[in-house]
């Protein structure tokens, strides 16, 4: 049985202070925030006054009733899925334990200090600002990068004091459930199931681990329930082992290659014919590993699924908020279902921030995404002390077995970049002992645990690595990749052609988020992308002027702030288009594409495609598009264009390439088309199209534009391409007319342009919502419709209304 403490506790300052109420799980800033004690840390420059409130202590506390069912347990604990982070423990005056680490579960026996009747259970968060201060000033003896100074001293999310794309608000509190846990006679204190796949059947093999309390004899037994809820099959364990065979498994697969159907597992333990306990588990059967075959350009990293090689398609995940307490299902929901509706299959958790809710990791597996699995550690060195070794290899321990069911998890990776960063500082007077602990924590203390609780998936000691031991971590023919000369190192968009990464698990360019968010932060004076404020909300140092640095390398000087907004998505729509598909043009040789990043957790500019409104920007669009199943692309060369296919689907795809070049008003210069047939899992140069000497003369270049689309068998694909940079393209006056129709509702735009319109955008004023398409190009004489989920996206109003407040734009509207 349980006692759930969760609810209503009392909050105030440690030693001082009237209490306020508090919620938990919950956090102290949202409690503060709720009683009118703190503003909201992400308005204006709030953020360093939130900072400073973490410098105090805070107690939690609250009363509760022990009955005797619970004080005649043979096992009565205490249970804290997550204090955040240094916190004492009192249970009726008596100090039961200290914590020191955010991302473990804790377990304290309470048995005999538990009491008939009142209880009154307190829990003292100490200051994490004063700690990692006060540890920086004594030590100052390791490294680290992008937060505040000492925060790779504390086992606390270390995005909570700063990143490049975030701010330091190290919010705390009694983060997770927190309750008293009762068993008699014995409890199920873990379960590891694992799958073997024949050719038509599977089996099921389910391992669970008993803590006994007494000697009265135990039995377990294990059911398996089919996605439809029927029975699918049942055993006994017999020395700990269950194995059921299901005959024609219903496989899992990720998002675009088929259905995610989940079995439901429950594994019952009895005490002399009585159920005592019984733990239940979704499942996906499925084969999930990392090919690193080698091959003609060096060695593969890609995921298999079910024996076939797919391309991962998606992005890194960071946390969702600051305050963990506004995190919920719902939240998390929307921005799963978005990813997979711009096509995701695949998204990495970044070790920066924390382990995800069960629930992140229950839609993952409801939807079709696969997760690479960072552990919390990034961009920094860590102490081996004897206390710090002990702490970690629990967290690993933890996070693992509450994980290792879901089907949608990939790997398990070591660290975010400190194998490629401790190369890079080892001319920096790092010494060989500081190497060593390095390799000693990531390819020693880790590893056996992670092959003992998970032995079927692959342990990576880091992204990015080449395998481990600091051999060339950022290699470009084997492991997986961060490259950041695009952004970084000012380099240009077609730098990325230069490179064929087996697997790129980050890169990145950043834009501002739309109008309608940056008002929400913002005062009108403040509405200049180098004020104040607009660089309080802007964490990667100089990014604005790099933002337009390219800008100025590809469109015109935007004619005032909001057009800045809309022109800086552009270009990193257009700058992530380019990388992506360059690499699935060249499927096989890459075989992963995950760009930084998807979410933000406040409103900033950043390398986000979805902000934290969860407005999509217009690199989400693009994502849409460039990670579609089929995808059509261009290839230019000067003046010379290859026209490439990309089947990312199970199956042949038939149908017919269209192209035309066209002057802005749609006079068609030249034109043709093609039948085509893709293989599953393909991707082909199609056509060679040489416009050279139709496009010697630089007026001409100037007003042509390449339209080209693929109609098969359920997949379309579409795009345009201009032979200069935008900003030297001659738009002319542009007018477009819509026409709409509301049927069950869906409401169906229709949109015919008298000239070529360049990055159209749908922008409702009033309300937010997701279009089917957005920021695409308009082609004279074509129409374009694009849809809208009235009911999916909350909208009440009617669709004239709707209408009336939806503003239509394009690139030719900024100046």
Not at 402 to 425: F, K, V
Not at 689 to 706: A, C, G, M, Q, Y
Request: glycine letters at 6%.
């Amino acid at each position: 049985m349980k006692l759930n403490l969760s609810g209503k506790w009392s909050l105030r300052k440690a030693g001082r202070g009237d209490a306020i109420e508090a919620q938990v799980p919950g956090s102290i800033m949202n409690d503060l925030m709720i009683n009118g004690l703190a503003g909201d840390p992400f308005y204006r420059d709030n953020e360093y006054a939130a900072y400073d409130l973490f410098r105090d202590d805070y107690l939690y506390s609250r009363e509760f009733t022990a009955g005797d069912e619970i004080l005649a347990g043979d096992s009565v604990k205490l249970v804290c899925e997550g204090l955040d982070t240094l916190t004492e423990i009192y249970l009726n005056g008596c100090l039961l334990a200290k914590t020191d680490n955010m991302h473990r579960l804790y377990e304290f026996d309470i048995k005999d200090v538990l009491k008939a009747g009142s209880n009154e259970i307190k829990i003292k968060i100490k200051s994490p600002v004063e700690f990692i201060e006060k540890a920086w000033a004594e030590k100052n003896d390791i490294w680290g990068v992008c937060a505040k100074d000492g925060y790779q001293y504390i086992r606390k999310a270390h995005y909570m004091f700063g990143w490049d794309w975030g701010p330091a608000i190290p919010d705390g509190g009694i983060w997770r459930d927190i309750y008293i846990e009762v068993h008699n006679h014995a409890s199920i204190d873990s379960v590891y199931i694992r799958q073997e796949h024949n050719d038509n059947s599977a089996d099921i093999v389910v391992s669970a681990f008993v803590k006994k309390y007494s000697n009265k004899e135990i039995s377990l037994t294990a059911a398996l329930m089919d996605p439809v809820g029927k029975k699918a099959g049942s055993a006994l364990f017999v020395n700990g082992i269950a194995k059921i065979t299901v005959d024609a498994p219903l496989l899992w697969w990720p998002a675009g290659y088929g259905e995610q159907p989940l079995y439901n597992l429950v594994v019952s333990l009895s005490a002399a014919g009585q159920k005592i306990d019984n733990k239940s588990y979704r499942i996906g059967l499925r084969t999930l590993g990392i090919s690193r075959e080698d091959d003609e350009w060096g060695q593969e990293f890609t995921y298999v699924v079910n024996g076939i090689k797919i391309f991962a398609k998606g992005a890194n995940y960071i946390p969702e908020d600051n305050i963990l307490a506004r995190c919920n299902k719902e939240r998390t929901e929307k921005l799963i279902k978005n990813a997979v509706n711009a096509n995701f299959n695949s998204l990495r958790v970044w070790g920066g921030g924390i382990y995800p809710e069960d629930y992140f990791f229950d839609l993952c597996d409801e939807y079709g995404l696969i997760v690479w699995q960072d552990f919390m550690f990034a961009c920094a060195q860590y102490i081996l002390s004897v206390d710090f070794v002990e702490s970690i290899k629990v967290e690993i321990q933890d996070n693992i077995k509450r994980l290792r069911h879901h089907p949608s998890i990939a790997l398990w990776c070591g660290n975010n970049e400190m194998e490629w960063l401790w190369m890079d500082t080892q001319t920096k007077g790092r010494s060989k002992q500081q190497m060593d602990e390095y390799l000693q924590l990531f390819e020693g203390i880790i590893p056996p645990i992670a092959e003992k609780e998970d032995p079927d998936r692959l342990y990576w000691p880091a992204s990015p690595s080449s395998g481990g031991a600091f051999d060339d971590p950022n290699a470009e023919n084997r492991g997986d990749v961060h490259y950041w000369d695009v952004w970084h190192g000012l380099k240009p968009f077609s730098e990325y052609r230069k490179f064929y990464f087996r697997f790129c698990s980050e890169f990145g360019f950043q834009s501002f988020p739309c109008m309608k968010t940056v008002e929400s932060y913002t005062i009108p004076e403040d509405r200049n992308i180098f004020s104040y404020v607009m660089e309080s909300h802007q964490k990667n140092d100089g990014a604005n002027g790099k933002i337009l640095y390219y800008l100025s390398e590809n469109f015109k000087n935007p004619k005032d702030f909001e057009s800045m907004l809309y022109v800086s998505q552009l270009l990193q729509a257009e700058a992530i288009k380019y990388g992506v598909e360059h690499w699935r043009r060249n499927r096989g040789r890459c075989m992963g594409s995950i760009y930084w990043q998807y979410n933000d957790c406040w409103p900033v500019a950043s390398w986000s495609s979805v902000d934290s409104n969860q407005r999509w920007k217009a690199l989400h669009y693009f994502a849409k598009r460039f990670y579609g199943p089929v995808l059509l692309s261009a290839e230019e060369n000067g003046l010379c264009t290859d026209l490439h296919l990309s089947n990312e689907s199970l199956k042949v795809i038939n149908g017919i390439v269209k192209w035309k070049l066209i002057d802005p008003a749609g006079v068609i210069l030249e034109k043709g088309s093609l039948d085509v047939s893709a293989e599953s899992l393909s991707s082909d140069n199609i056509l060679s199209l040489d416009f050279t000497d139709l496009l010697t003369d630089n007026n001409r270049r100037r007003e042509s534009v390449l339209v080209y689309d693929f109609k098969g068998t359920g997949y379309e694909t579409s795009a345009s391409l201009l032979f200069v940079p935008n900003k030297y393209f001659k738009y002319r006056k542009i007018e477009i007319k819509t026409h709409f129709s509301f049927k069950d509702g869906f409401l169906k735009i229709s949109l015919v342009s008298n000239t070529y319109a360049g990055y159209v955008e749908l922008m409702p004023m009033d309300c937010d919502c997701v279009f089917s398409d957005n920021y695409f190009s308009l082609i004279p004489g074509d129409k374009k419709e694009v849809t809208i989920d009235f009911i999916e996206c909350g909208i009440s109003m009617s669709p004239d209304k709707f209408m009336k407040q939806l503003r239509i734009r394009s690139i030719a509207d900024t100046y």
